[in-house]
C-alpha cells in the first residue's frame, strides 16, 4: 500500500464518556465530538506526554479546541465552562485519542 492512500482530511468523531460516575452524576452517558488526527505539530506537542503543572495551560486549550459539537463547533467558547469532573474526562479522552 502506497503511504499517500492513508492521508485523508481529518474527521469528527463522536467520543462518548460513559464511565459509572458520569451515568450516575448525569443520568446518562455524555457525548462530544474532536478531530480524528492532528496535524503533525500538535500530535508532536502531546501525544505521549502526561498532563503536568508546567503544561497544563496548553493542554486545557488543546482541548478545548478538540471538545465539539456534532458540526465542528467549539463547545467551550466566551464564559461556557464544563463541570471540573467532566472537563478532566474530555481532557483524557483527547489526549487518548491522540495515540489511535
Known sequence: MNIKDLATEPKLIKVTLD??????????????????????????????KKV?????????SFAKDMILDEEGNKVLTGNLVLPASVMSRCITAVMGQLGK
Do not use: H, S
Open 19 to 48: 464511565d459509572e460516575d458520569i451515568v450516575t452524576d448525569f443520568g446518562e452517558p455524555l457525548e462530544f465530538y474532536a478531530w480524528d488526527k492532528q496535524p503533525i505539530e500538535k500530535f508532536l506537542q502531546f501525544a505521549g
Open 52 to 60: 503536568t503543572e508546567e503544561n497544563l495551560d496548553a493542554v486545557v
